[in-house]
T-cell receptor
C-alpha cells in the first residue's frame, strides 16, 4: 500500500510561471513532510520541509502548503526556472521514527 | 561539505552472483539507509541502521542483507542476485533525532543490472 502518493508522474510548466506539485498521504500518524529534488545521475537533495504544526513554510521561491484535514501537501515554485527541471519526491515521517516514506515522484519540466 | 559516496556508479552482475554495494559517509551520522528507486514506485526503503551493528528492515528487505561494522560504512548485500533486483540503489545518511527529524543526505546512486 502506497502511504504517500504523487498522482502526477509528470508536469510541464512555462518558465516564469508557477509550478504546483501535489502529494497525498494516507497515514494520519505522519507529522513531518519533506520535498526532495533529484537530477539525473545524482542522488536526491533536500529542498524544504514542514511540520504538522504549521500549514505553510517558505524558502525563497519554494513554498510548501500542508492541509492536514485533506491529508494533502503541495509544493509551489514561483517563478519557475529551467534549473528547476528535475524529479521531485514528496516524503513523510513520524517524528522520532528516523525513517522516511517516499512518494513515486513527479518529473517537472520547465519550458523556455 | 557533506558527502555520501557509493563504491560504483554502474554495476553489471549475473543471476545468482553475490553482490556487495558499499556506502561511506564522512559526516559522523548515526543513521544510514539503503533505498532502491524504480520508475513509478519512487524510493523504497530496503534496510536502515541507527548504530554500528544495528539494523532494521525497511519495506522491501527480501533478498537483501546489510552490514555495518563501522559508523561511516554501510554495505548492502544481494546474497543471490536476481533480474528483479535490477534497479538504482541509493544510500543515505542522517543524524539521529528524537524531537526533530534531520534531513537525509544521499549518495549519487549505483545503477545495478542483473542479467
Amino acid at each position: 500500500d502506497q502511504q504517500v502518493k504523487q498522482n502526477s508522474p509528470s508536469l510541464s510548466v512555462q518558465e516564469g510561471r508557477i509550478s504546483i506539485l501535489n502529494c497525498d498521504y494516507t497515514n494520519s500518524m505522519f507529522d513531518y513532510f519533506l520535498w526532495y529534488k533529484k537530477y539525473p545521475a545524482e542522488g536526491p537533495t533536500f529542498l524544504i520541509s514542514i511540520s504538522s504544526i504549521k500549514d505553510k513554510n517558505e524558502d525563497g521561491r519554494f513554498t510548501v502548503f500542508l492541509n492536514k484535514s485533506a491529508k494533502h501537501l503541495s509544493l509551489h515554485i514561483v517563478p519557475s526556472q529551467p534549473g528547476d527541471s528535475a524529479v521531485y519526491f514528496c516524503a513523510a515521517s513520524v517524528q522520532g521514527a528516523q525513517k522516511l516514506v517516499f512518494g513515486q515522484g513527479t518529473r517537472l519540466t520547465i519550458n523556455p | 561539505d557533506v558527502k555520501v559516496t557509493q563504491s560504483s556508479r554502474y554495476l553489471v552482475k549475473r543471476t545468482g552472483e553475490k553482490v556487495f554495494l558499499e556506502c561511506v559517509q564522512d559526516m559522523d551520522h548515526e543513521n544510514m539507509f539503503w533505498y532502491r528507486q524504480d520508475p513509478g514506485l519512487g524510493l523504497r526503503l530496503i534496510y536502515f541502521s541507527y548504530d554500528v551493528k544495528m539494523k532494521e528492515k525497511g519495506d522491501i528487505p527480501e533478498g537483501y542483507s546489510v552490514s555495518r561494522e563501522k559508523k561511516e560504512r554501510f554495505s548492502l548485500i544481494l546474497e543471490s542476485a536476481s533480474t528483479n533486483q535490477t534497479s538504482m540503489y541509493l544510500c543515505a545518511s542522517s543524524l539521529i533525532g528524537t524531537d526533530f527529524l534531520y534531513e537525509q543526505y544521499f549518495g549519487p546512486g549505483t545503477r545495478l543490472t542483473v542479467t
